[in-house]
């Protein structure tokens, strides 16, 4: 499997906004489901946004109304709109680009990419 290659982390203050990319290849790009995770100091990853191949979409509880997850099939590319940031957004931000359903959640199994920091501080 190809890793993927986030980007657009930063520091930024609360309030503030970011937008993360991650470029991926592989010939099934547009079939799958694939997700932003996330993990912050002494805290496990955990899925912050997941987009089917509909484009369909689902986020956790903490980022609903502030986060929104897009795909470009065409670019290879997902992307996580980061608006309204709080300080506990502060983590290390994953990518995978194939999720697969496991009860109402979803499981990773592609390769997992160096990630990016978003840190959120004034």
């Known amino acids: 499997q190809v890793q993927p290659v986030e980007s657009g982390g930063g520091l930024v203050q609360p309030g503030g906004s970011l937008r993360l990319s991650c470029a991926a290849s592989g010939i099934f790009f547009s079939a799958n489901a694939m997700g932003w995770y996330r993990q912050a100091p002494g805290k496990e990853r955990e899925l912050v946004a997941a987009?089917?191949?509909?484009?369909?979409?689902n986020y956790a509880d903490s980022v609903k109304g502030r986060f929104t997850i897009s795909k470009d099939n065409a670019k290879n590319t997902i992307y996580l709109q980061m608006n309204s940031l709080k300080s506990e957004d502060t983590a290390v931000y994953y990518c995978?680009?194939?999720?697969?359903?496991?009860?109402?959640?979803?499981?990773?199994?592609?390769?997992w990419g160096q990630g990016t920091q978003v840190t959120v501080s004034s």
């Open positions: 987009i089917t191949y509909r484009s369909s979409t």
């Open positions: 995978n680009t194939n999720l697969l359903p496991d009860g109402s959640n979803w499981r990773p199994f592609g390769s």
